[in-house]
């Protein structure tokens, strides 16, 4: 299993972003999936996750109606859209998967995923 996060950078206050996370070794749609972040000096939350059962989605309050996950099952691909972006989503930005299927209340706990991507780093700044 291998997971490769792409499309960081450097955006300003309101802008927007697409990262990628290119999964190979394993079938997206079999497995749920997740984006996760973390900032300096902070602790690593969870962002967004598809729930490989039925495709279910889950969001953050701080990201809802600003970010989008979606994944493209022909190119094995997981994206995060990500609009309106503000300071305070500088982090930099992991994808992950579970080899298990972990309750709705737990989707986007980091210590139920057990596959992760190298970091894309993030940063939203005037």
């Known amino acids: 299993v291998q997971l490769q996060a792409s499309g960081g950078g450097l955006v300003q206050p309101g802008g927007s972003l697409r990262l990628s996370c290119a999964a190979s070794?394993?079938?997206?749609?079999?497995?749920?999936i997740a984006w996760f972040r973390q900032a300096p000096g902070k602790e690593r939350e969870g962002v967004s996750a598809?729930?490989?059962?039925?495709?279910?989605?889950a969001y953050a309050d701080s990201v809802k109606g600003r970010f989008t996950i979606s994944r493209d099952n022909t190119e094995n691909t997981l994206y995060l859209q990500m609009n309106a972006l503000e300071p305070q989503d500088t982090a930099v930005y992991y994808c992950?998967?579970?080899?298990?299927?972990?309750?709705?209340?737990?989707?986007?706990?980091?210590?139920?995923?057990?596959?992760w991507g190298r970091g894309t780093q993030v940063t939203v700044s005037s």
């Open positions: 992950a998967t579970t080899s298990g299927n972990p309750i709705w209340s737990n989707i986007l706990r980091p210590d139920y995923y057990d596959y």
């Open positions: 070794g394993f079938t997206l749609r079999a497995r749920t």
């Open positions: 598809i729930r490989a059962t039925n495709g279910a989605t």
